[in-house]
C-alpha cells in the first residue's frame, strides 16, 4: 500500500491518509490509533479504485478523489458513501474544492 494524499482535520485534528488500496484510514494523533476506515467501492471490473486526492467537507464529511476520476463523499460515521460522482474522463483527481450555499455539503 502506498500512501498518495494525507489531509488533517481542522475541526477535531484527525489525520486522514488515502492509498492506493482504496482505503481512506483516520488516524487520532492523540491516540495514536487508526479510528476508522472506509473502502472505496470497486469498479465494474472489481479492481480496487486507488485515492489520489483526500479533502475534509467539514468535521463528519470527507471527499475521496480516485485515480480514475470519480469523487466518493463519505459520513465518516458510516462506511457506505453518500455520494460518488464520476467525472468521465478516467484521470486522478488531483484537487477537491467546495462551493458553499443552499444544497451543499
Not at 16 to 30: A, F, I, Q, T
Not at 33 to 49: A, E, L, M, W, Y
Not at 50 to 55: A, N, R, T
Not at 58 to 69: H, R, Y
Amino acid at each position: 500500500n502506498d500512501v498518495t494524499t494525507i489531509v488533517t482535520s481542522e475541526d477535531h485534528y484527525l489525520v486522514s491518509v488515502g492509498g492506493s488500496n482504496g482505503m481512506v484510514e483516520c488516524w487520532d494523533p492523540r491516540a495514536r490509533s487508526c479510528i476508522g476506515f472506509v473502502q472505496t467501492p470497486k469498479d465494474d471490473n472489481g479492481n480496487i479504485r486507488g485515492i489520489s486526492k483526500v479533502q475534509y467537507i467539514n468535521g463528519l464529511k470527507i471527499a475521496a478523489g480516485t485515480e480514475d476520476g470519480r469523487i466518493i463523499i463519505y459520513d465518516l460515521r458510516q462506511t457506505r458513501p453518500l455520494v460518488v460522482k464520476d467525472h468521465m474522463y478516467e484521470l486522478p483527481i488531483n484537487e477537491i474544492h467546495f462551493n458553499e450555499g443552499p444544497g451543499s455539503f
